[in-house]
């Protein structure tokens, strides 16, 4: 077997040791006589499964009492329209940072349920500096703000967290979540999508304050469109991703074992500083175009000098065992993912092979 180091956007890269739990206890799970994805989702070794990963979770990122963490499906794509629908009342405004393709997506999908402002705008940088949290224009009757703190395709990151005060603060942590501390109470709903630093596709996170709960109590919609429905059923109304639910636990049980996210957010910065230090003194032969203040720690988008030589990179990359690192086709060049997941060692594999790879075609 040849595992490659896996620099993929997402589906991700998992640890390789949940992987190895995951394998064997795939034909049996603790003795119930069935793996884990054949049993029922009400059965009472999966609910505590259920709780013993939300109890990881609440740990690792102290998330406070007063917050309800969900275990939905549909992707954070599914969230962009369903937390304007349960955060916003009829005709009430909402404030949007646009950062990059996903905060537009965002924005995009939430327009049929709420009026949709713009806080702060991108653009026009090409998606390569981000508006300082004083550029943004947040009003104070906004249901809530919404930002992408870590915009996976343009590979732009917040470094730290705005204060809001009371107005509620929701956030796509979809490629960030788990990658450092996180002070959860100046936010009022963080969402993620699990493909990236959680665990498999199909799952999503959510960490909801309690009293957010409420606001959708006066519009007409349907049970399983309703956060506090999910939440009075332990996100069980209907049958969950149990699979990807447990899998998420096992990388809980990892992260712990790690050191927790202080320590992921050493190793992430360690892996970041290697990538980046390896582009910007490559005399302009590998080029990042992010301002340095926003620059993502865990997408780094970057380019050959010459796009001619794109497809060389990429076969003898994958030749050394190098894999997933072509970058999204709405920027083209190159594209390093460096989930919790990714060890420093590939990250050091690769940047000794982007020095060969210069020195052989510089
Ligand atoms: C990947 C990603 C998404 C899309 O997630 P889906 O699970 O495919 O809906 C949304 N936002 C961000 C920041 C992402 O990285």
């Known amino acids: 077997m040849s ?9 991700a890269a998992l640890p390789e040791p949940v992987l190895r739990k995951a394998q064997d206890e795939l034909l049996e799970w603790q003795g119930v006589g069935a793996s884990v994805m054949e049993i029922s989702h009400r059965s009472r070794p999966f609910i505590a499964l259920a709780e013993e990963a939300e109890t990881r979770l609440r740990v690792l990122m102290t998330i406070p009492p007063e917050y309800k963490v969900l275990f939905l499906q549909g992707g954070a794509t599914l969230q962009f329209a369903l937390l304007a629908m349960n955060l916003a009342a009829t005709g009430q405004s909402a404030d949007y940072v646009l950062s990059g393709h996903w905060s537009e997506k965002a924005a995009r999908e939430a327009r049929p349920y709420v009026r949709v402002r713009t806080a702060a705008d991108a653009s026009a940088s090409g998606y390569r500096k981000l508006p300082t949290f004083t550029q943004w224009q947040v009003g104070a009757d906004a249901a809530y703000v919404h930002y992408t703190p870590n915009e996976t395709i343009q590979g732009l990151e917040y470094p730290n967290t705005p204060d809001l005060g009371g107005l509620p603060l929701v956030a796509d942590m979809s490629s960030c979540i788990l990658s450092r501390p996180l002070e959860v109470r100046r936010f009022g709903l963080i969402y993620a999508g699990a493909q990236k630093n959680i665990g498999p596709a199909g ?14 109590q006066g519009h007409d919609m349907a049970m399983i469109f309703r956060y506090a429905e999910h939440a009075a059923h332990h996100s069980m109304l209907n049958t969950p991703n149990t699979w990807a639910w447990y899998l998420a636990g096992l990388t809980f049980a990892w992260l712990e074992q790690q050191g927790g996210v202080a320590a992921m957010e050493r190793y992430n910065r360690r892996k970041a500083d290697l990538l980046y230090g390896c582009i910007d003194n490559s005399d302009g032969f590998y080029r990042n175009e992010v301002d340095p203040g926003s620059r993502s720690r865990m997408n780094v988008p970057f380019f050959l000098h010459d796009p001619k030589l794109d497809e060389r990179f990429l076969q003898q990359a994958e030749q050394g065992g190098l894999m997933g690192l072509k970058g999204h086709r709405a920027l083209g060049g190159m594209r390093a993912s460096l989930y919790n997941a990714m060890p420093i060692r590939g990250v050091e594999t690769l940047v000794d092979f982007m020095g060969d ?5 510089g």
Do not use: K
């Open 3 to 11: 595992r490659a180091w896996n620099f993929s956007a997402g589906p």
């Open 203 to 216: 799952l999503t996170v959510l960490i909801v304050r309690e009293d957010l709960l409420e606001r959708s």
């Open 357 to 361: 790879f210069q020195r052989a075609n």
